[in-house]
């Protein structure tokens, strides 16, 4: 079965009152971002994306796809399960060399042609991170940065996951922009669990949570587009800064003028 | 009498799950007889006569293999949740040496393994994973998609057929199907008898011969570079 939309049906809060998003859709290309301060309930809700939350969870959320009730083997059949989950905690634990790791996943996952679709998870991933990931590196040799972009590059390449949910990237000394729309290339629901004003504004739409509960669904206007423009801009002038200050370089008040005249707003 | 088995290598999460499971069953009524049988060290029976006031038992196995001890007190411990007027007996064990398994025919086996143990894991351990009805996979949320799937891939690999329930114990999630199962448990027939064959026994260092070498050694036995052969009368 192909998914083209998944719904969620809204529960209840921490305090059990009813949540004001009553539900929500997402498309295949949608990209959305839930917002909200800690512990306002972000990560329970895309657990309960993840675990297709049938009333079984204590939030009482439901979730459908393409309209109808999840199937079984949706549940239980791991090369059929459409959503990959990368979650702060989330980690890699094997010690195998990189290569190895890989072709045993592609594996699982029926790939007809391994190395090639090797050799794509990495190029993706390496897109991503600063410093190149070598083949024959152990898994757990990785830095935090590389192993986020190579969770990330097999989620979406190997896995091929068509509904992807990303706890907190911008934590994760990744390229965020960079990897929003390289993700955007590929056809599928990102959800983005974020404090990251960037990722949000780029989503179509985001949910704004407050005491374990949705409040609202926002759509991205034109106007919040154009302002994502100029966020774009000083956030690579951060980038750049923080590239010269990574290559041991000293940030001088003049090269600091000179970054900011750039920005043609 | 419907009896849960519950196996697993320590501190996989076996108590998580059956606490979780234990509020849903109360919910619907039901008050399970809990044993827990341990090696050396346990205090779950105390924290859940505590918390949900059900009858509960605990044995330390101390010198005996906890997989024999489950084996020979087993029946008696049926008889005691009966006269404590249960109509289920929730049993954890602790799998040690992974060539026994504690499931016995007619009961529910229920395997709990930690996602985060290493994706070997399901090739390892043998008839505790391979005879278990249901495998509950825990700590799904601290590892890869990736290792993940591997995972639940080699589970169903190792036993065939068997229900593969992810569950985030700690937050009460995928706990549902394990209770699902275990109301359609039937009841226990006497005798009682163990699911699969026990390993190969009748040995001298279990009778407490502790020199090192095969040499030292009679009944079955093996070499380094020879498979199983057989000394003595």
């Keep these: 079965m192909e998914v083209n939309k998944i719904t969620l049906f809204g529960g209840y809060g921490k305090d059990g009152s009813e949540e004001k998003v009553k539900e929500f859709s997402m498309e295949v290309g949608d990209i959305v971002s839930i917002v909200g301060p800690t512990g306002c309930g972000k990560t329970t809700l895309i657990n309960d994306i993840e675990l297709f939350a049938n009333q079984n969870t204590p939030s009482g959320r439901r979730v459908s796809i393409n309209d109808e009730p999840v199937p079984e083997d949706f549940i239980f059949d791991p090369s059929n399960h459409p959503i990959a989950l990368i979650s702060q905690h989330t980690n890699f634990l094997s010690d195998l060399p990189v290569e190895e790791f890989l072709t045993i996943h592609a594996t699982v996952r029926g790939a007809k042609d391994v190395e090639s679709i090797i050799t794509e998870t990495l190029n993706f991933a390496n897109e991503l991170t600063g410093e190149a990931i070598m083949r024959d590196i152990g898994m757990t040799e990785l830095s935090g940065g590389q192993t986020r972009s190579l969770l990330i590059a097999d989620a979406v390449v190997i896995g091929n996951s068509p509904i992807i949910l990303l706890d907190e990237i911008e934590n994760a000394g990744i390229h965020r922009t960079k990897a929003l729309e390289l993700l955007k290339r590929y056809k599928k629901i990102f959800v983005f669990v974020t404090h990251d004003p960037c990722i949000a504004l780029m989503s179509d739409f985001r949910i704004v949570m407050k005491n374990g509960a949705m409040q609202q669904m926002i759509s991205t206007r034109q106007e919040e587009k154009r302002v994502v423009g100029k966020m774009k801009q000083i956030d690579d002038m951060m980038l750049d800064f923080r590239q010269i200050i990574r290559s041991g370089d000293e940030l001088t008040e003049s090269l600091f003028n000179e970054n900011f005249k750039v920005l043609t707003f | ?233």
């Design chain 2, 1 to 233: 009498m419907k009896l849960v088995i519950f196996a697993g290598p320590p501190t996989c999460g076996k108590t998580t799950v059956i606490r979780q499971v234990l509020k849903r069953m109360i919910a619907r009524q039901i008050k399970p007889a809990y044993l827990k049988i341990d090696v050396l060290y346990a205090d779950d029976d105390s924290i859940i006569a505590k918390e949900f006031g059900i009858p509960v038992k605990k044995i330390y196995s101390g010198e005996l293999c906890p997989d024999h001890c489950n084996v020979v007190v087993l029946d008696e411990a049926v008889e005691w949740a009966e006269k404590s007027g249960a109509s289920y007996l929730f049993v954890e064990t602790a799998g040690l040496c992974l060539r026994c398994s504690p499931y016995v025919e007619n009961s529910l086996g229920i395997v709990v393994l930690e996602a985060t143990s290493g994706m070997n894991l399901p090739r390892k351990i043998g008839p505790m994973l391979t005879l278990a009805d249901i495998s509950v996979i825990t700590k799904i949320d601290l590892i890869s998609q990736a290792e993940r799937e591997v995972f639940r891939y080699r589970v169903l690999e190792s036993a065939k057929g068997i229900t593969v329930v992810e569950s985030n114990a700690l937050y009460g999630i995928g706990i549902d199907p394990i209770v699902k199962h275990i109301l359609k448990t039937p009841d226990v027939e006497f005798p009682m008898f163990l699911r699969g064959n026990p390993p190969v026994g009748t040995c001298t260092i279990c009778v407490g011969k502790k020199e090192i070498g095969a040499k030292n050694h009679f009944g079955v036995l093996r070499t380094l570079d020879h498979e199983l052969f057989y000394v003595g009368e």
